[in-house]
């Protein structure tokens, strides 16, 4: 008897302790999607992996060398010389997206982290780095146009020619806009320093282990939200 006493208290502890840790857990998160399928919610718990997913870029020796055969494949059939310019230091960071959403910003933790990448800026090249290795867009021409907007002339993978413009939004938090314009093709995204993501709450999107059908729809950044906001 008294075993079974002890034993339904036992359990009516576990239940309650796991209730609260439960609790406590969504009292971090505010849930922006949730289904059967999975969930998409905000964090602003820093200590989870994925913040340091957006930030860390490290270059070993594979992926060193990942990156000379991309840039060589860009240049390759072509007569374009590697040029060396004299970059503004405020550029040569390690660049994170950013997005908006309610007028918010946020990081974001993707389903398929093969769809996250940062930008990093040499004296020669803009590389993407992505999951799957990293890309050069090779420097064609730079100039300072004031001392918070920049414009390159940039030639990518794929052999097109475009124009990048970024234009610092906000010096004190180094948030950036950038400006991908090409013949058929013009995107516009935020990027901040990647150091600095953890001052940022996290949109996290979340299918059980699996890859989401679908990946988080933000506020798209188009001339109408760049010319309201001012930038």
């Known amino acids: 008897m008294r075993f079974t006493i002890d034993k339904i208290i036992f359990t009516l502890a576990g239940i309650f ?4 840790a439960t609790a406590q857990q969504h009292g971090k998160v505010k849930y922006l999607k949730k289904d059967n399928y999975g969930s998409v919610y905000v964090t602003k718990d820093t200590s989870i992996r994925e913040y340091n997913w957006l930030s860390v870029v ?3 020796k594979e992926v060193t060398s990942a990156y000379t055969t991309n840039y060589n494949v860009v240049l390759k059939d072509t007569l374009v010389l590697t040029k060396h310019f004299s970059i503004n230091e405020k550029l040569l960071l390690n660049w994170t997206p950013l997005y908006i959403y309610n007028d918010n910003y946020y990081v974001y933790s993707p389903s398929d982290w093969m769809a996250h990448f940062n930008y990093l800026v040499n004296d020669s090249a803009i590389i993407e780095y ?7 867009m090779i420097l064609l021409d730079y100039q300072e146009l004031s001392s918070s907007e920049f414009l390159f002339k940039i030639l990518s993978y794929d052999k097109v020619v475009s124009e990048l413009r970024i234009k610092i939004i906000d010096p004190a938090k180094q948030i950036t806009l950038w400006i991908f314009k090409s013949k058929n093709y013009k995107n516009n995204m935020l990027i901040v320093n ?3 993501v953890k001052e940022y709450p996290m949109v996290k999107c979340d299918c059980n282990g699996q890859k989401c059908l679908l990946e ?4 798209k950044i188009n ?3 760049i010319s309201k906001k001012g930038w």
């Open 17 to 20: 302790l796991f209730t609260a």
């Open 58 to 60: 490290s270059f070993n």
């Open 130 to 136: 992505k999951t799957d290795g990293p890309d050069a």
């Open 194 to 196: 990647g150091d600095r």
């Open 216 to 219: 988080f729809e933000f506020d």
């Open 223 to 225: 001339e109408e939200m």
